[in-house]
């Protein structure tokens, strides 16, 4: 059975910085198109940053440009999204997805295993 589990979401101020992990089980992250994808309250989800060795090129939100990147411990079968330089509108609940070694657009269509999310508020 796949699983995601996400973690290290929590609250920060503005320009702090965060580090969520998304630790699989069942399967090997490696092998699979991976997402990060967000929702705020009353937004529909939408991806923030998905990569993969058959991916294609890494797809990521232009809102996260600069500030928002990914790295993976093979060891761990976890990957990270470090998130710098925090605005209040990254304020969402933050998911990781895995779907099949394909291309993809980012669309949260495109994944069939989800974690169960994880809260990031940006916030004075």
């Known amino acids: 059975q796949l699983q995601l589990v996400e973690s290290g979401g929590g609250l920060v101020q503005p320009g702090g910085s965060l580090r969520l992990s998304c630790t699989a089980s069942g399967f090997n992250l490696d092998t699979y198109t991976i997402g990060w994808f967000r929702q705020a309250p009353g937004k529909e989800r939408e991806g923030v940053y998905c990569f993969g060795d058959s991916a294609g090129s890494p797809i990521y939100d232009e809102s996260v440009w600069g500030r928002f990147t990914i790295a993976r411990d093979k060891a761990k079968n976890t990957v990270y999204l470090q998130m710098n330089n925090l605005k209040p509108g990254d304020t969402a609940v933050y998911y990781c997805?895995?779907?099949?070694?394909?291309?993809?657009?980012?669309?949260?269509?495109?994944?069939?295993?989800w974690g169960q999310g994880t809260q990031v508020t940006v916030s004075t």
């Open positions: 997805a895995a779907t099949s070694p394909v291309e993809t657009k980012c669309l949260p269509d495109e994944f069939d295993s």
